[in-house]
């Protein structure tokens, strides 16, 4: 049976999930087997298993930083918000349904089970478990029947690791203030208190280190710089969807959807010199970009209204006019056409008009499409011709069906017409030899000549998962940590 440790927050982004992808990859390092899990993960970037089963893309990411493959067992449940209220629920995989937060709140006891399922199997293969809660274990009006933080550290017997984030301030009262609002038997649980993402002199701070231990009683495990490593981010509070500004050679504008999902599909793009990718909310911040992608949404309906009524519609209408390519994925894919309809209230239901740049048409039935896919570019035209008879991978995950009048953009479907592009395929900008060739024809237009590299995006991964653990282990205390797995909860 495997040890595991516990790494709760203070509150949400306070890089609980980057210290899990850290400890995974450390003790992957150090040759144990290891694995990420989450009991119960709300976000809107999700990835799909091999065996076709939909995870959060965290749990996904921290399994590459364990070096194994991921699985459904890593997040039993996800929620997937559709409205400020409401989820899609998604346990074992597969949906369940959508259940307003209420609702959801009386409900969510009887995934226990399922829950405790999950880790069993995790703890019967891997030396060890490394689980990362969500928010804030002392939020008090949510934390009866939790399933996440506090209870489920109970459940599985886990030490906790408490993270701060210093870079937000007020480090004292987040973890000393936490510590307080605990019960006796869950402050028990917390073996050690991490400060995280400090910038400047640590010995500055030595003084700091001495009033968390005093005062609150824990060893403090680790002091860890803000670590700059390019690595897959599920949270809507992510530094990567800030409208930074358009500095560099290439500018890409990516539409920033109220329920925008999977962003890290563009990741790749940041990588390659001279290229900015930049998250766009207003009509004026949209500007005459060299490509303009509108990503996936959890909504897509109430995301073509927002798209309307905030006048980006126009906008990216007027850039398409003046010859700027327009790439759609997903939920952006089925903006991009003529209608998209819910007559089974699949996503809140509705009907109304695209964009109208494709000549497609989006139903949306109950049933998800959850899958990965591979194949080829068709003999395509417009600026991005080169990308004729490439290859591609990635994964499908969407509620809706398409039908397009246009010529099919891949050998799986899609359509493009013109300078405008859609598909279903997530990660399909992954391959290297598809975003060199979108990078490429970028500066071409430009007539600038392009001298970077091709960015082989799992290459770029391994690097940032080694910087990262790297960082990590010499600004922790290992020896801690390990005698925290160790003794457990003792």
Same mark, same amino acid.
């Given at each position: 049976?495997?040890?595991? +440790?516990?790494?709760?927050?203070?509150?949400?982004?306070?890089?609980?999930?980057?210290?899990?992808?850290?400890?995974?990859?450390?003790?992957?390092?150090?040759?144990?087997?290891?694995?990420?899990?989450?009991?119960?993960?709300?976000?809107?970037?999700?990835?799909?298993?091999?065996?076709?089963?939909? +995870?959060?893309?965290?749990?996904?990411?921290?399994?590459?930083?364990?070096?194994?493959?991921?699985?459904?067992?890593?997040?039993?449940?996800?929620? %997937?918000?559709?409205?400020?209220?409401?989820?899609?629920?998604?346990?074992?995989?597969?949906?369940?349904?959508?259940?307003?937060?209420?609702?959801?709140? %009386?409900? %969510?006891?009887?995934?226990?089970?399922?829950?405790?399922?999950?880790?069993?199997?995790?703890?019967?293969?891997?030396?060890?478990?490394?689980?990362?809660?969500?928010?804030?274990?002392?939020?008090?009006?949510?934390?009866?029947?939790?399933?996440?933080?506090?209870?489920?550290?109970?459940?599985?017997?886990?030490?906790?690791?408490?993270?701060?984030?210093?870079?937000?301030?007020?480090?004292?009262?987040?973890?000393?203030?936490?510590?307080?609002?605990?019960?006796?038997?869950?402050?028990?649980?917390?073996?050690?208190?991490?400060?995280?993402?400090?910038?400047?002199?640590?010995? *500055?701070?030595?003084?700091?280190?001495?009033? *968390?231990?005093?005062?609150?009683?824990?060893?403090?495990?680790?002091?860890?710089?803000?670590?700059?490593?390019?690595?897959?981010?599920?949270?809507?509070?992510?530094?990567?969807?800030?409208?930074?500004?358009?500095?560099?050679?290439?500018?890409?504008?990516?539409i920033k959807l109220p329920r925008i999902s999977n962003f890290t599909d563009f990741d790749v793009f940041s990588q390659y010199d001279g290229v900015s990718v930049r998250y766009v909310t207003k009509f004026s911040q949209l500007g005459m970009p060299d490509l303009i992608i509108i990503p996936g949404t959890k909504s897509t309906i109430s995301d073509m209204k927002w798209l309307r009524e905030s006048g980006l519609e126009a906008a990216?209408?007027?850039?398409?006019s003046k010859g700027i390519p327009l790439f759609g994925i997903c939920g952006g894919y089925q903006i991009l056409g003529e209608k998209i309809s819910d007559p089974c209230n699949s996503e809140g239901g509705g009907n109304i008009d695209g964009m109208g740049l494709l000549k497609c048409r989006t139903v949306f039935y109950p049933e998800k499409k959850r899958c990965r896919t591979s194949g080829k570019f068709s003999e395509i035209g417009?600026?991005?011709?080169?990308?004729?008879?490439?290859?591609?991978?990635?994964?499908?995950?969407?509620?809706?069906?398409?039908?397009?009048?246009?010529?099919?953009?891949?050998?799986?479907?899609?359509?493009?017409?013109?300078?405008?592009?859609?598909?279903?395929?997530?990660?399909?900008?992954?391959?290297?030899?598809?975003?060199?060739?979108?990078?490429?024809?970028?500066?071409?237009?430009?007539?600038?000549?392009?001298?970077?590299?091709?960015?082989?995006?799992?290459?770029?991964?391994?690097?940032?998962?080694?910087?990262?653990?790297?960082?990590?282990?010499?600004?922790?205390?290992?020896?801690?940590?390990?005698?925290?797995?160790?003794?457990?909860?003792?």
């Amino acid at each position: 049976m495997a040890k595991s +440790i516990m790494i709760q927050g203070t509150m949400s982004n306070t890089g609980k999930s980057f210290l899990t992808a850290a400890l995974c990859r450390i003790f992957r390092q150090d040759g144990y087997s290891c694995a990420p899990f989450k009991s119960q993960n709300m976000a809107l970037n999700s990835f799909i298993t091999k065996d076709g089963l939909e +995870i959060g893309r965290a749990q996904a990411m921290q399994a590459e930083a364990a070096g194994i493959e991921p699985s459904v067992f890593m997040n039993p449940i996800l929620l %997937k918000p559709t409205t400020d209220v409401g989820s899609q629920v998604i346990v074992n995989g597969e949906v369940r349904g959508d259940m307003r937060a209420a609702d959801y709140f %009386k409900y %969510k006891k009887e995934l226990v089970p399922d829950i405790m399922n999950a880790y069993e199997k995790l703890a019967a293969e891997y030396d060890i478990i490394v689980i990362e809660g969500a928010g804030s274990p002392v939020e008090l009006n949510l934390k009866s029947d939790d399933i996440v933080n506090m209870g489920i550290a109970k459940l599985t017997n886990s030490p906790v690791l408490l993270v701060g984030d210093i870079d937000r301030g007020g480090i004292f009262p987040q973890l000393l203030g936490t510590l307080m609002l605990l019960e006796n038997d869950e402050r028990e649980l917390v073996k050690g208190l991490v400060v995280n993402k400090f910038r400047g002199d640590k010995n *500055l701070f030595n003084d700091g280190v001495k009033i *968390l231990q005093e005062r609150g009683e824990k060893p403090v495990a680790g002091v860890i710089p803000y670590i700059n490593v390019n690595i897959d981010d599920e949270d809507s509070l992510s530094d990567k969807l800030k409208n930074v500004s358009a500095d560099k050679i290439i500018d890409i504008a990516v539409i920033k959807l109220p329920r925008i999902s999977n962003f890290t599909d563009f990741d790749v793009f940041s990588q390659y010199d001279g290229v900015s990718v930049r998250y766009v909310t207003k009509f004026s911040q949209l500007g005459m970009p060299d490509l303009i992608i509108i990503p996936g949404t959890k909504s897509t309906i109430s995301d073509m209204k927002w798209l309307r009524e905030s006048g980006l519609e126009a906008a990216i209408k007027k850039c398409v006019s003046k010859g700027i390519p327009l790439f759609g994925i997903c939920g952006g894919y089925q903006i991009l056409g003529e209608k998209i309809s819910d007559p089974c209230n699949s996503e809140g239901g509705g009907n109304i008009d695209g964009m109208g740049l494709l000549k497609c048409r989006t139903v949306f039935y109950p049933e998800k499409k959850r899958c990965r896919t591979s194949g080829k570019f068709s003999e395509i035209g417009g600026i991005f011709s080169s990308l004729s008879d490439k290859n591609f991978s990635g994964y499908e995950i969407h509620m809706g069906e398409t039908i397009s009048e246009n010529v099919p953009l891949l050998s799986c479907g899609g359509a493009f017409s013109g300078n405008v592009y859609g598909c279903y395929v997530h990660g399909i900008f992954d391959n290297a030899e598809i975003s060199s060739a979108i990078i490429e024809t970028l500066y071409k237009r430009k007539n600038i000549p392009f001298s970077g590299k091709r960015i082989d995006r799992k290459v770029y991964k391994e690097d940032q998962y080694n910087i990262l653990a790297n960082e990590v282990r010499k600004n922790i205390d290992l020896e801690l940590i390990y005698k925290i797995v160790e003794n457990g909860i003792a």
